[in-house]
């Protein structure tokens, strides 16, 4: 099958059967996000299923995901409680190395009555080549206490790496502006940028085998990415589509008066929240607003210095 036909779509089919076509590596980053087997009615499939079935089918798709990935590529799977240590066990066998075992706390989990409330999801970062990979680490680095608390001379003024317990990004709720009505699990946005930003670069090809409400899609394309994504329902594969023709309808909108650049505006939005600092904190005060400005060029990667008067106006446009 060329690749023609899946560079920049989201298609409607099985993507064992769709990646099993695929002669030649094509991805460079591969986010899925499967059912964890947990009872979910999704579309056109019932999420519960034996045990032994799961994991064997996990060890498919986790296959042919590996065989469309490029040599120098990364592997993100978001998985629940119940099958993470398979996942490990699994990438293990196929050669994969894990870099991070990651950790996403919710802001706020599912309610039980006789257990403690589940309120994470495990992340496997995992790679091809352990020597050879892409990892952005100015494009996620964010200021250290060092910088933000103690005006510690010895900080890195580059900033600091997040950890691997990431608690910036709320799941996405009903009321969110973010929210698709039409899908019964949304990633967050800036959970998916924090990924695509750290493990690929413009131009690189990110494939999401479960695509569900296109987030994966979404994200790649206004980061500058190509994009693919699978998904076996046809009702979520139109919407997810109509997601994508909506945003490419809105490309080119700022804010802001003295930033310009939609790359720029985005990079503001998702430090500010990198930060867990409100924007209008910031617009507010001097010193903190000097290391925001700081760390967008950070994050930028390019000789381009921002002053403060100019990150406020954009900051404000954003408090609006």
């Not at 999704?42 to 040599?71: F, G, H, Q």
């Not at 992340?123 to 910088?147: G, M």
């Not at 990633?187 to 940028?193: A, D, G, H, K, Q």
Request: with cysteine; glycine share 6%; hydrophobic share 40%.
């Amino acid at each position: 099958m060329a690749m023609s036909g899946l560079l920049n779509k989201i298609i409607c089919g099985d993507c064992m059967e769709v990646l099993g076509r695929i002669r030649e590596p094509f991805a460079d980053l591969v986010f899925a996000d499967p059912p964890f087997n947990i009872g979910y009615k999704y579309d056109k499939y019932y999420d519960k299923v034996k045990n032994t079935n799961y994991i064997a089918w996990t060890k498919e798709w986790m296959s042919v995901c590996k065989k469309v990935l490029r040599p120098h590529g990364s592997f993100y799977i978001a998985i629940g409680d119940d099958y993470a240590a398979n996942v490990k066990v699994i990438a293990d066998e196929f050669g994969l190395f894990m870099r991070n075992w990651i950790i996403w706390h919710y802001t706020f989990g599912q309610q039980t009555k006789n257990k403690f409330a589940r309120s994470h999801t495990h992340i496997f970062y995992l790679v091809k080549d352990e020597k050879s990979f892409t990892f952005n680490d100015h494009a996620v680095r964010v200021p250290s206490d060092r910088q933000l608390i103690y005006n510690d001379r010895r900080a890195n003024p580059k900033g600091k790496m997040p950890n691997d317990v990431w608690d910036e990004f709320s799941r996405v709720c009903g009321t969110f502006k973010e929210r698709q009505g039409w899908h019964p699990c949304q990633m967050p946005e800036s959970l998916l940028t924090r990924i695509i930003v750290a493990s690929s670069n413009p131009g690189d090809c990110v494939l999401d085998p479960f695509s569900g409400s296109g987030t994966t899609a979404a994200v790649a394309y206004q980061l500058g990415r190509d994009y693919v994504g699978i998904d076996v329902s046809e009702e979520y594969v139109r919407n997810a589509n109509e997601r994508l023709e909506e945003l490419k309808k809105k490309q080119g909108q700022t804010i802001g008066n003295l930033l310009r650049g939609a790359e720029e505006i985005n990079e503001l939005k998702r430090l500010s929240l990198d930060m867990k600092v409100p924007v209008k904190e910031i617009a507010a005060d001097r010193d903190l607003l000097r290391l925001f400005a700081n760390q967008l060029a950070v994050r930028m990667n390019s000789k381009k210095r921002y002053s403060a008067e100019a990150v406020a106006s954009a900051l404000g446009g954003l408090a609006d």
